[in-house]
């Protein structure tokens, strides 16, 4: 199974309020294991970031008055994330977003049933308690350094984000630690084929003595026995 863990940095809480997306970051989960294969932009949002927003995501309007427009990108965005669900923290946001962005470059808009929202099953596991991504990341051990000193970023949160859903889900998969590895499509092929591969094949579970009686039984059956068909 495919999933897509996705986040997004905006100019401000409210699309109502003329806020636009400035940055993507997905990354894909093949088998709950992820490939490395990875899909990240900033956009130039065509109004001012504010002093606030700037603060949450490091981005300033002059670094992204020179970025594509959403529209420059959005076949290429839509191409990634395919049909595929989308992993999301807090997904009413980044849906609404992400949609009012797909309506202005009049493409269909994602529909909100295909989102896993990782604050639901946060709340589900463990009510009561925090739900954001710092305190789940704590919560889980998994190392906020990084976030502490560049701050929120879509393609960080996206890479905390896999790390927690996995933990969610009952606790890491193998191949987690190739996050940041490759981002290639060869390398997330040769990932996906380990994912679906065992290096090393299960011993066999069956004795001399039960394989003897399995045949013994088969021959007893006659011709009718379904594995004497081709």
């Known amino acids: 199974m495919r999933e897509i863990v996705l986040d997004t940095e905006t100019t401000g809480l409210e699309t109502s309020q003329g806020h636009r997306v400035i940055e993507i970051g997905c990354l894909e989960l093949y ?24 603060r949450v995501s490091n981005l300033s309007t002059e670094f992204l008055r020179d970025k594509p427009l959403f529209a420059d990108v959005v076949d290429e965005f839509l191409a990634f994330i ?3 669900p989308l992993v999301i923290h807090n997904a009413e946001f980044d849906i609404k ?6 309506s202005k470059a009049d493409r269909p808009v994602l529909q909100s049933g295909r989102a896993v929202d990782t604050v639901l099953m946060a709340r589900r596991k463990f009510p009561g308690s925090p739900a954001s991504l ?10 906020l350094d ?18 927690v859903y996995l933990e969610l889900l009952g606790g890491k998969q193998p191949g987690l630690e190739l996050l940041a590895k490759t981002s290639s499509p060869v ?23 039960e394989r003897a009686r399995h045949d013994a039984l088969i021959e007893r ?8 068909k081709s």
Not at 146 to 163: F, I, P, T, Y
Not at 192 to 207: G, H, N
């Open 221 to 228: 059956l006659g011709a009718g026995a379904i594995w004497k």
């Open 187 to 209: 390398g997330a092929a040769k990932l996906r084929k380990a994912a679906q591969t065992r290096p090393v094949p299960l011993a066999p579970r069956l004795s001399d003595e």
């Open 134 to 143: 710092d305190a789940l990341c704590r919560r889980f051990n998994i190392s």
């Open 31 to 54: 088998n709950r294991t992820p490939t490395g294969a990875r899909y990240h932009t900033y956009l130039n949002p065509q109004r001012d970031v504010p002093e606030e927003a700037q």
């Open 146 to 163: 990084e976030r502490k000193s560049k701050g929120h970023g879509a393609m960080l949160d996206v890479e905390l984000l896999a790390q």
């Open 97 to 102: 977003f992400l949609n009012m962005e797909l």
């Open 82 to 84: 395919g049909d595929s």
